[in-house]
């Protein structure tokens, strides 16, 4: 039974991940949103493959059972979780992008957290704590943001 309300939570959080995609796809530049989009998946796929590799992360219940990693967060949830990151700092500064990560960071470490301790979506191992989570979420946005203001910069030379 218990098993059956997890598989129900990753099926609302796939609806509501593609229900936001579409929204965020609509806002002009599309272009951008789609690469941060794509930008993000990449960094999420290769850090989970190698959390889950190394053995600090395990994601018991899965809707797509070929993956070790979760594809609704590593795909869909934290990339469009990012872009809105990036629409919410496309013009802000230094300061305004570190704080607005960290504000960004901390509920998807907090849910991360909580789905931890409450399902079996996700496990901690070999130590492996939400502060560690809210770091690599935090770094992984700064960095996609870094990358596209560069692109963005050399797109408009």
Wanted: charged share 20%; aromatic share 14%; glycine share 2%.
């Amino acid at each position: 039974m218990k098993r059956k309300t997890e598989e129900n939570t990753l099926r609302a959080l796939l609806a509501f991940g593609i229900l936001a995609f579409y929204r965020l796809v609509r806002k002009p530049p599309v272009r951008d949103w789609l690469l941060i989009f794509f930008l993000k998946s990449y960094i999420a796929s290769i850090l989970d493959n190698l959390l889950v590799k190394k053995g600090y992360l395990k994601y018991p219940v899965s809707l797509f059972k070929t993956f070790d990693v979760s594809v609704i967060f590593s795909y869909l949830i934290f990339p469009v979780v990012c872009v809105y990151f990036n629409q919410v700092t496309r013009h802000s500064g230094i300061i305004s992008i570190l704080l607005k990560s960290l504000l960004f960071s901390a509920p998807s470490a907090a849910a991360e957290y909580w789905l931890e301790r409450n399902t079996k979506l996700i496990k901690y191992k070999k130590n492996w704590t939400s502060i560690h989570s809210f770091v690599s979420i935090a770094s992984t946005f700064l960095l996609v943001r870094l990358v596209m203001g560069l692109i963005r910069k050399v797109a408009n030379k």
